[in-house]
């Protein structure tokens, strides 16, 4: 268990290790094509984060990046084939972190969100551009910044 969310609920804690994967979904398949690049970038992202994430993520992360790759994989099956339909069931997941990230020390709550935002710009730049490479979708632009979460440094 995470210290930072004994504050929390059972079925919160769980949206929360979800996120890295619904926001991998949601950015990997936000033209309709999961592409492999994007996938395997999301799976090495989850696994490699623990190295390059912020200190007060690195129990989160052991977590979150535990078997992400099969997660990936129940996910995908579980949602809309067709990102017109799926990102809206995506976007409501997301949207609960609104009520999640005021729980949890602010300090942890602003550097998850920024690393998620982070995480959703990596697996967006991980194809397309020069050698697949530095440019990102019209479709991944639009869900780039996660609106759809208020930032916890503003509240």
Request: glycine fraction near 4%.
């Amino acid at each position: 268990m995470i210290s930072f969310f004994s504050v929390l609920q059972e079925d919160e804690q769980k949206v929360m290790f979800r996120i890295p994967v619904l926001i991998s979904i949601m950015i990997a398949g936000a033209d309709d094509k999961f592409e492999k690049r994007e996938i395997s970038q999301a799976v090495s992202l989850a696994k490699n984060r623990l190295s390059n994430s912020r200190e007060i993520l690195n129990d989160y992360y052991k977590i979150a990046g535990d078997n992400f790759e099969e997660k990936l994989s129940d996910e995908i099956d579980s949602l809309p084939s067709k990102a017109a339909k799926r990102n809206p069931v995506i976007i409501a997941e997301l949207e609960k972190l609104n009520n999640i990230l005021p729980k949890l020390d602010k300090t942890f709550a602003i550097q998850f969100y920024e690393s998620m935002k982070d995480f959703a710009k990596q697996i967006a730049t991980s194809s397309g551009g020069f050698f697949g490479y530095l440019t990102i979708h019209p479709h991944e632009q639009k869900l780039l910044d996660l609106k759809m979460i208020r930032d916890p440094a503003k509240r």
